[in-house]
């Protein structure tokens, strides 16, 4: 999951945790967590259908199946839904105030100028203005 919401590609891991008829199937498809959960679910019913493990068990797994799949809905929910342009135009405007205060708060705190430039330099190279 964590790797969809990253856009990072996780076919590797795939391979590597899975036996090759599941990382096969997971990987060709598109949300891949959702294949990997009704993978899971396939894996529980097989395993409820032989008996070997107690029907507590089995509501408490499919109950954390479920809570999962919910999660992912709205960790997909969240992604697809777009950012609205007043809040990034009002967090790059607090972002070029904060940028052009720091200074002047730094003057007091440190007595090399250089020192107060360097900082406020590296401030705003790591912040995404």
């Not at 029907?55 to 969240?78: P, Q, Y």
């Not at 205060?101 to 360097?118: D, F, K, N, S, T």
Request: glycine share 6%; hydrophobic share 45%; charged share 20%.
């Amino acid at each position: 999951m964590k790797c969809r919401l990253r856009d990072e590609d996780d076919q590797e891991i795939i391979e590597t945790v899975l036996p090759y008829p599941f990382s096969s199937y997971v990987n060709s498809q598109r949300k891949k967590p959702a294949a990997l959960i009704a993978q899971i679910r396939q894996s529980i019913a097989q395993v409820a259908r032989d008996g070997e493990v107690p029907s507590a068990g089995l509501r408490s797994i499919e109950a954390n199946l479920l809570e999962l799949n919910r999660v992912f809905g709205i960790c997909e929910r969240l992604r697809g839904s777009p950012i609205p342009p007043v809040y990034t135009a009002h967090t790059s405007r607090l972002l070029i105030f904060y940028l052009f205060m720091l200074p002047c708060a730094l003057l007091g705190q440190v007595e090399r100028g250089i020192v107060v430039i360097a900082a406020t330099a590296l401030v705003g190279k790591f912040s995404r203005v």
